[in-house]
Nanobody
């Protein structure tokens, strides 16, 4: 499995960005895929996740209402639309995939088997 994240950049507070994660290597119908982020000196934290089959979505409280996760099955690509960005959203954003993710672990980085390389998002105030 290969995951390729893209779409990061430098924006101002209040702006929007859309991250993409292109997945390849197998069929993802049984997978959950997620976005995590890691700021300077912090642990990698959960941002959002989506069930590839069915499309159920999950969000961290800090981004709910501002970020929207989605996937395009035909393109094997997952997206994270980030609106009303804040300086505290500054981090490297990673996409991840896992075939054994259950509801109780969907917010845990330990539940995901495959990781993309990360894309930097910087939000200036």
């Amino acid at each position: 499995v290969q995951l390729q994240a893209s779409g990061g950049g430098l924006v101002q507070a209040g702006d929007s960005l859309r991250l993409s994660c292109a997945a390849s290597g197998r069929t993802f119908s049984s997978y959950a895929m997620g976005w995590f982020r890691q700021g300077p000196g912090t642990e990698r934290e959960f941002v959002s996740a989506i069930r590839w089959s069915g499309g159920s979505t999950y969000y961290a409280d800090s981004v709910r209402g501002r970020f929207t996760i989605s996937r395009d099955s035909a393109r094997n690509t997952m997206y994270l639309q980030m609106n009303r960005l804040k300086p505290e959203d500054t981090a490297v954003y990673y996409c991840a995939a896992g075939s054994r993710v259950i509801l109780s672990t969907i917010r845990s980085k330990l539940a995901y088997d495959y990781w993309g390389q990360g894309t930097q998002v910087t939000v200036s105030s």
